[in-house]
């Protein structure tokens, strides 16, 4: 749910919207059952997303100094398009007016980031999320824009809106597009491809002060964000940025697990070869072959292993020079010791 209000009517005040009360313990009991329970998902986009709005909302500590006060950030499109002001274009979104206007919305992106960044993963749902804010706040201002034209001219130079109920808006979208299901919505029984219309109308219908053309902006900008999609099947170039920085950002990490897993795999060198996991006869660097019996690296001068006498079995002459009348060419467990202790001895 978003917030709107005109300034003629009413002062947008700072801070993150009074004491808590019984209804962010209930928002965290909510996330500690998601994330908690055995078994579950837990993307972390969407955690980061509800964190970062409860420390705005909250404003803990020294955070209250640095973060900029509400009617600094509130969405205003006069003033977004006469001085360029950006801090209101992508910051509203993360400012609530309220406990319960906090509560909704965020409840909200509990519910649906959790599925859409499990379905699509969390590098496309983190690129959905910056395109549907972009989109929702941009369509917004044209929105405003356009009832200027017709003479409207309080949305465009009156309204001060916050929230981020137009990106859940297009979330909505995009989590129903494809869907056959049908959805209970106050008393109706509609199809869930078109509850973000019918919620569209029902919140304005209940709730009078909130932004209408703010919440119609996320809609449009869940239609446009599909239509891109669609039209554009590779990966968008948002998507290859994040995952960039995530490579970047994870290569220290790799590369010095990388180095221990190297050197675990190393094992004992001995003065005339290795001995490793038992494998068949193969040449190695240089030319040197290793006994199928005993696993010892021998010179590639040597058809015999100098370790216990195995001849090298991909080499059929040597194989029948070393096998001798009555025998099948194979020793016994207690053979091959005797033969590596008499090797050592020497």
């Not at 993150?16 to 962010?24: D, E, F, T």
């Not at 509560?103 to 969390?122: D, P, V």
């Not at 309080?154 to 137009?166: E, I, K, P, T």
């Not at 970047?248 to 990388?258: A, T």
């Amino acid at each position: 749910m978003g917030a709107g209000m005109s300034s003629g009517r009413r002062r947008v005040a700072g801070g993150g919207g009074g004491r808590p009360s019984g209804m962010l313990p209930l928002l965290a009991l909510q996330v500690l059952l998601e994330y908690g329970r055995a078994g579950a998902s837990r993307p972390p986009v969407t955690a980061a997303l509800i964190a970062a709005n409860t420390l705005v909302y909250l404003r803990p500590g020294s955070l209250d100094a640095l973060l900029p006060t509400l009617d600094r950030v509130a969405f205003n499109p006069h003033l977004i398009v006469q001085f360029g002001d950006l801090t209101r274009f992508f910051l509203s979104a993360f400012y609530h007016l309220s406990e319960t206007h906090f509560f909704y919305n965020m409840t909200s992106l509990l519910w649906k980031g959790i599925q859409l960044e499990t379905s699509m993963g969390s590098v496309e749902f983190a690129s959905m999320v910056a395109a549907l804010l972009g989109l929702s706040q941009g369509i917004t201002i044209l929105l405003s824009k356009g009832l200027l034209l017709f003479g409207n001219d309080a949305a465009y130079y009156d309204q001060l809106s916050v929230g981020f109920s137009g990106v859940l808006f297009g979330m909505k979208v995009v989590l129903n597009a494809w869907s056959d299901e049908f959805v209970f919505l106050h008393g109706m029984v509609i199809p869930a491809k078109y509850a973000a219309w019918a919620e569209l109308l029902l919140i304005q219908a209940f709730i009078p002060g909130t932004s209408f053309i703010g919440h119609l902006g996320g809609i449009l900008a869940g239609l446009a964000y599909l239509w891109l999609k669609r039209s554009f099947s590779g990966p968008d170039p948002l998507s290859l940025l994040i995952s960039g920085i995530g490579k970047v950002v994870s290569w220290p990490v790799g590369f010095v697990q990388k180095l221990f897993r190297s050197g675990r795999r190393q094992g004992y060198t001995a003065s005339r070869g290795r001995v490793g996991h038992r494998a068949s006869p193969r040449e190695t660097g240089r030319g040197i072959w290793r006994c199928s019996t005993c696993t010892y690296d021998n010179s590639p001068s040597t058809d015999i292993c100098e370790m216990c006498s195995t001849a090298r079995e991909d080499r059929a002459f040597s194989r029948r020079q070393h096998l001798q009348a009555g025998q099948n060419g194979e020793l016994s467990v207690e053979e091959i010791r005797r033969r590596r202790l008499e090797r050592f001895s020497r």
